[in-house]
């Protein structure tokens, strides 16, 4: 009877063991089940991130610009939520896609920016360093601009634009709609507008 006893237990236990190697064969399998999702899900991103950027660099050609500006356009496309079209229409409209490109009255880069408007606007983007010949520098401080201006005025593009080519010193100054009236402003507005439609219809 003792031996018997012995030896139920030991059948007992045996299963116990063989139960819990099941179980953590079974959360073994259940986790990975979980990193072959969280891979699909990563490679789901990686591929519409690459199609989104590929979406850049078109409208890029079609407008006569660098594809080499698409990734810097699409981080600050998606850090200041304007859309790539409207930064590149800016670009092509400032600077023709000129990286060095500097205006008589004094703008810089590619979204030709003022000096006083950077030194405005950088500590709010929480930045110390700024190169303005740098295309990530450059696109990312005047996309943050434009975004800036589309707030203060609702989103109202052609406001925003006005604002934008006024920089930082003409800010604010055209809450009345009366950028039409000031004839360069008002050929800036539309020659951006205008490309800014022709990309958006790609």
Known sequence: MQRFIVSAVAVLAAMFL?????????RGFEEAARGIERDIHTLRQIAVIDSQITAVK?????????????????????????????IIAVISTESSYRRNAVSEA??????????????LFLPLLGKTSYDPFNPEDNIDLGT????????????DMSLALADYFGGAKGARSYRQKDWDRIPRTARYVQKVSRGHRELNLM
């Open 144 to 155: 943050f601009y434009l975004s800036c201006a589309m707030r203060q005025y609702g989103g």
């Open 106 to 119: 004094g703008a810089l880069g590619l979204m030709q920016i003022m000096p006083p408007t950077a030194e």
């Open 18 to 26: 063989w139960m819990g190697q099941v179980r953590e064969e079974e």
């Open 58 to 86: 078109n409208m890029l050609l079609s407008s006569g610009g660098d594809t080499a500006l698409a990734i810097p356009i699409y981080r600050a496309h998606i850090r200041h939520e304007q859309g790539p079209d409207l």
